[in-house]
Nanobody, 122 residues
Framework: QVQLVESGGGLVQAGGSLRLSCAAS????????TGWFRQAPGEEREFVGC????????LYADSVRGRFTISRDNAKNTMYLQMNSLKPEDSGVYYCAAGDKFAITWSDYNYWGQGTQVTVSS
């Protein structure tokens, strides 16, 4: 089992920045692929980006590419999502996920955090 805990959400004005963290514990070797998803009220969970813990470039959704950056600190078993130039449409609950394959579909991930709320005001 892998436990994931997100933090760093909050309220920010449009154009601002936030950095989310996702700390993993437990059998972290079961979650070599980690990703970020978000979900707005009444909407489906949406892929934001993902990365392989052992290297390589992250993959981003078109809607966030160039504004969001995923990074990892494997020594801390932590993944980050740096969000810049935030827009109101970026609002939602942000979830981190871990699994055993590179995927952009939420159902392909095995483990999920509880989510952290991001609200971008206009």
């Amino acid at each position: 089992q892998v436990q994931l805990v997100e933090s760093g959400g909050g309220l920010v004005q449009a154009g601002g920045s936030l950095r989310l963290s996702c700390a993993a514990s437990g059998r972290t070797s079961s979650g070599d692929f980690t990703g970020w998803f978000r979900q707005a009220p009444g909407e489906e969970r949406e892929f934001v980006g993902c990365v392989w813990r052992h290297g390589g470039s992250p993959l981003y959704a078109d809607s966030v590419r160039g504004r969001f950056t995923i990074s990892r600190d494997n020594a801390k078993n932590t993944m980050y999502l740096q969000m810049n130039s935030l827009k109101p449409e970026d609002s939602g609950v942000y979830y981190c996920a871990a699994g055993d394959k590179f995927a952009i579909t939420w159902s392909d991930y095995n483990y999920w955090g509880q989510g952290t709320q991001v609200t971008v005001s206009s």
